[in-house]
């Protein structure tokens, strides 16, 4: 797993937005199963909730493939993974993700710029 995706999700499993959002870009678009979130604070707001209803999660990636590579772009496919506790009751699932980091001029940092989430 190359670094920009590995950080992003080293830094979802500490269930901290604060240390998730070193990693995305400032007008940043998810579309998590058909719902779009936009902008540091709506997304903030989605990760937090999501913490706060599944308890314990952990979310990993398999089956990354880099479909494009250059100087200011990086863009891949993966299956993501997730389990934790919703209710006290163990679950588990997966889907697929299209992650779109870019490389700020300012940092030189890659941030994710866009991730689309779908079953």
């Given at each position: 797993m190359?670094?920009?995706?590995?950080?992003?999700?080293?830094a979802t499993n500490t269930h901290n937005f604060d240390e998730v959002e070193k990693y995305v870009h400032k007008d940043a678009v998810y579309i998590f199963s058909g719902k779009v979130v936009s902008?540091?604070?709506d997304i903030r707001a989605y990760f937090e909730k999501?913490?706060?209803?599944?308890?314990?999660?952990k979310y990993w990636a398999?089956?990354?493939?880099?479909?494009?590579?250059?100087?200011?772009?990086?863009?891949?496919l993966y299956q993501y993974n997730f389990n934790g506790y919703l209710d006290g009751k163990f679950i588990e699932g997966s889907g697929r993700?299209?992650?779109?980091?870019?490389?700020?001029?300012?940092?030189?940092e890659w941030k994710l710029i866009h991730e689309h989430l779908s079953k």
């Open positions: 190359k670094d920009p995706l590995k950080q992003y999700i080293d902008g540091i604070e999501t913490w706060s209803q599944i308890k314990d999660e398999t089956d990354v493939s880099w479909i494009h590579e250059d100087e200011n772009t990086m863009i891949c993700a299209t992650n779109i980091f870019t490389k700020c001029a300012t940092t030189n």
